[in-house]
């Protein structure tokens, strides 16, 4: 019963309504665990695409349409949720121009069943604002970062927390970025030990390992000791 996601990519989006975790981001909190001034809220679900609407009433009356992430995801014919997995995931983006990267990250892990939020605007010319989000950051199960240009922050973030953390290169960068293959080389010599990489822009590869790693920890609770 796991949901379909299918990238898409031909909308415009609408203006992101008020969602639940606006309302956590205006508290301060995530769960209550710890404090989260620069959380991004879930982004609205934009104007499907026009072939949608050739599809049967429903099926298409089981689609939500992520424009920024432009992301297609399926519901279940039965109803059935997604089983929610625990733990939690952050994903963090160096820049507003890594959004779509980051936001098809959260979206997908969500589709999983894994409980994500994001953080944006911390890249490594603004420490600052990584150390005042550090408590969140590490308050989280699995870390994903989003990185362009040099692809410093994957390296910096891991050397800061315990949980697992997961790099994702992006195109974003001017000349010598050379379309992501720096961040690309830079996060897969991270001198920080155990940063798990996945391909250019592969918001959806890291949300699988998550995913992955959040269902594995799952079974191993319910192991008997």
Do not use: W
């Amino acid at each position: 019963g796991a949901c379909a996601c299918v990238r898409e990519g031909a909308c415009r989006p609408r203006a992101p309504p008020t969602t639940r975790l606006t309302t956590l981001a205006r508290k301060g909190t995530v769960k209550g665990r710890a404090p989260l001034p620069h959380a991004i809220p879930h982004q609205a679900m934009g104007r499907r695409p026009r072939h949608v609407h050739d599809l049967p009433a429903d099926e298409a009356a089981r689609l939500t349409y992520n424009a920024p992430a432009r992301l297609l995801t399926l519901a279940p014919a039965t109803g059935k949720k997604q089983p929610r997995l625990p733990g939690t995931v952050v994903v963090l983006s160096a820049g507003m121009a890594d959004a779509g990267v980051a936001e098809e990250c959260r979206a997908v892990a969500e589709a999983m069943g894994c409980y994500a939020f994001r953080l944006a605007d911390l890249a490594v010319d603004g420490l600052h604002r990584v150390l005042h989000n550090l408590p969140a950051v590490r308050a989280a199960d699995v870390v994903v970062v989003v990185t362009g240009t040099d692809g410093a922050l994957a390296s910096v973030v891991a050397g800061l927390v315990e949980a697992p953390v997961i790099a994702v290169p992006t195109s974003v960068g001017y000349g010598a970025a050379l379309n992501g293959l720096a961040p690309l080389l830079a996060c897969l010599v991270a001198s920080s030990p155990g940063v798990t990489v996945v391909n250019i822009d592969s918001g959806f590869g890291a949300a699988m390992v998550a995913a992955r790693m959040l269902r594995t920890a799952a079974k191993l609770r319910r192991v008997p000791k």
